[in-house]
Nanobody, 123 residues
Framework: QVQLVESGGGLVQAGGSLRLSCAAS????????MGWFRQAPGKEREFVAT???????NYADSVKGRFTISRDNGKNTLYLQMNSLKPEDTAVYYC?????????????????WGQGTQVTVSS
């Protein structure tokens, strides 16, 4: 069982930056593929970024070049550095863990989810 707790969300102006963190419980964090997803009001949850156990990464086209996913296995923590934020990035951001070591774009591949953190970007 893995418990995930996100932090770092907030209100920021367009063009600004935020760094989200996701703290994981337990001693197996280094063996999990991880991902960030987001859900805006009235929309479905969508893929943002994913990272495998050796820190290979993939991104949604909408965030490529602006967001960076990373992990610190010594601290059991996943990060999402978000730069050049846009109003359309406004959403609740969720981190997720899967029992596989691999990356995935699909929310259904992840077994564990955090409670989410709100990111609001004003224009």
């Amino acid at each position: 069982q893995v418990q995930l707790v996100e932090s770092g969300g907030g209100l920021v102006q367009a063009g600004g930056s935020l760094r989200l963190s996701c703290a994981a419980s337990g001693r197996t964090f280094s063996r999990h593929g991880m991902g960030w997803f987001r859900q805006a009001p009235g929309k479905e949850r969508e893929f943002v970024a994913t990272i495998n156990v050796i820190s290979n990464t993939n991104y949604a086209d909408s965030v490529k070049g602006r967001f960076t996913i990373s992990r610190d296995n010594g601290k059991n923590t996943l990060y999402l550095q978000m730069n050049s934020l846009k109003p359309e990035d406004t959403a609740v951001y969720y981190c997720a863990a899967r029992t596989s070591t691999l990356r995935s774009y699909y929310a259904t591949d992840y077994e564990y989810w955090g409670q989410g953190t709100q990111v609001t970007v004003s224009s």
